[in-house]
């Protein structure tokens, strides 16, 4: 079985790589390198709060693959689990939380709701005023991503992937509905079947083969600041979920901060989007 997987971000080295280890035989495509698209830019969250129970059960899943990765692949990604905690501003929301923890609970997550005060007791330094509630897990953390990438990337390789960088996928061949091949700038790559690990991309992907993609990319921020009190680094992945804005411990004392405060948006062009940081939104965060 020829597959060919579009995207080189962890989503592409991950099924490439599993693919792979199945028998497959892969060739994965990346118009640039490797982990710099989405991937890199994500604060490398892992957790398995959801609001969804099909993707607390995928959350699981990956769960014991991050939790063995350095076993399994040689690569330490720092995987550190200081908890995820989510704020509830509103009563709606509050009640959502409860409902949340129940279904976590009932699929074998140890996710709590607690009290405003609670939510201090884990985020020390934390203004209650404002909150109603919160859910904390303790086993969520977050990882390197690209530390994940080069794990992955030396793994799928050793398995037998092809892996192309520099690549772009620009058509892909169809017969009756199936995809049969991929054209890309250096030739055409016959397949059976083609995986679309494109990230911000992936409606441009899913369009050459004439398919309609609910995908609209948004531009994120997220900036690294060295507070005036140092942050701990047993400080939970802290997030604000109706003001939008996130934090977490980075390294020696620093703090990364993420966000989206703006009450309307529209898709963003990921091949042609300002790259600088808007000094309101920094202001905000």
């Known amino acids: 079985m020829d597959v060919v997987v579009v995207g080189g971000g962890i989503v592409g080295l991950s099924s490439a790589h599993a693919l792979a280890a199945a028998g497959a035989d892969v060739t994965l495509c990346e118009s640039d390198s490797l982990g710099t698209g989405s991937t890199a830019r994500s604060a490398g969250g892992i957790r398995t709060q959801f ?36 704020l509830a501003r509103t009563p709606e929301t509050a009640d959502r939380f409860r409902e949340n923890v129940a279904m976590q609970n009932d699929l074998g997550v140890d996710s709590e709701f607690l009290s405003p005060a609670a939510a201090v007791e884990r985020c020390p330094g934390l203004d209650p005023d404002g909150f109603v509630g919160a859910t904390y897990n303790g086993a969520d953390g977050f990882a390197d991503p690209n530390l994940a990438v080069q794990g992955y990337a030396a793994s799928a390789r050793e398995a037998g992937v092809d892996v192309r960088t520099g690549t772009p996928v620009i058509d892909i061949v169809t017969d009756d509905g199936r995809v049969t091949g991929v054209e890309t700038d250096a030739g055409r790559i016959d397949t059976d079947f083609m ?30 600041v060295d507070p005036s009190r140092p942050m701990s680094g047993d400080v939970p992945l802290t997030i604000d979920l109706e003001e939008g804005s996130y934090f977490r411990p980075e390294r020696d004392g620093t703090a990364l901060v993420g966000g989206h405060f703006a009450e309307t948006e529209s898709d963003a062009d990921p091949d042609a989007y300002s790259d600088s940081m808007e000094l309101d939104w920094a202001a905000t965060a």
């Open 51 to 86: 609001s969804t129970r099909v993707n607390v059960r995928l959350s699981i899943e990956s769960l014991r693959v991050w939790e063995a990765f350095e076993a399994d692949f040689g690569v330490d990604i720092a995987h550190r689990r200081p908890g995820y905690l989510f």
């Open 195 to 224: 995986v679309n690990a494109a990230g911000a991309w992936a409606a441009t992907v899913a369009d050459l083969a004439g398919v309609d993609l609910p995908i609209h990319p948004r531009r994120r921020q997220i900036v690294v």
